[in-house]
């Protein structure tokens, strides 16, 4: 996401920690990717007084930004020791700079739609989270800029997002990668317009684009409106020392099985 499109955001991070109501955690690490300034994280620092915040912050986000919003969310946040890197690094290597079995919560707001292959993502979340662990995330589905579609001019090609995964389908991806009980829900939110140029920005932002300034000349029937397809989902990392099922068989890793020993008297 860019500047223009940093209030859709902070409403849907708040959106997920709404949903996150219901879920018992007690979270001594967490995720964010991507990690940004906003009103929202309040609300995060209330929900995990006491968690250490390791980021992978939004590029074109700078490091003082994030701080600063932290310090005035929670300020013991930013005594504890925590992790940060960039989205470039995270893109570049595929890999969240973080130990394995290391994190408790993996929080995602709107970042699957711009991967390519959201399963690698799902492989490296699977990897930092302990075992009880959350993924918690949110991604535009398909119907994003549904109206969109119809419109034709030189200067305006529309750009279906680079993940068209819809709800169903991240939802078996997220059994095939082993998690556990994955719930998933999606929403349509609707953007009105007054005027051509925001319908543009916010189109571009949104990586839907990459209109010109003569696209909003060039169609008389420009929609006043665009519609977000919202997919929400959550689900845990359990049996994590079970070797990947073959056959309806789940195999245990032999170091993974204690022995008690039995004390003779001398």
Known sequence: MTQPIRWLQDEIADRMLQKLDIVKLDAKDVLVIPDFSGKH?????????????????????????LWRTKVFANWRSCLRTSRTNSMADYLNTGKFDLPDHSVDL???????????????????????????????FSYL????????????????????????WDMHDMGDALMAERFS??????????????????????????KLANPTANTEHEIADLPQKLTLEVVYGHAWALGKY??????????????????KTRQYPA
Not at 45 to 56: C, D, E, L, Q, T
Not at 146 to 160: D, G, H, I, T, V
Not at 184 to 190: A, F, G, Y
């Open 106 to 136: 993996v929080f995602s707001d709107l970042l699957l739609q711009d991967l390519a292959d959201p399963k690698y993502f799902l492989q490296e979340c699977w990897r930092v989270l302990r075992e009880g662990g959350l993924i918690a």
């Open 242 to 259: 079970l070797a990947k099922a073959e056959d309806s068989v789940a195999y245990i890793d032999v170091n993974q099985i204690g022995r």
């Open 41 to 65: 994280f309040s609300s995060f620092a209330k929900r995990f007084p006491k968690a250490r915040i390791h980021s992978i912050t939004e590029e074109g986000l700078s490091s003082f930004q």
């Open 181 to 206: 009980d994955p719930v998933m829900d999606m929403e349509l939110l609707t953007l009105d317009y007054e005027k051509p140029a925001l319908l543009m920005a916010d189109v571009q932002a949104l």
């Open 141 to 164: 589905g398909p119907d994003t800029g549904k109206e969109l579609r119809p419109l034709q001019a030189p200067s305006f090609q529309f750009k279906n997002l680079l993940s068209p």
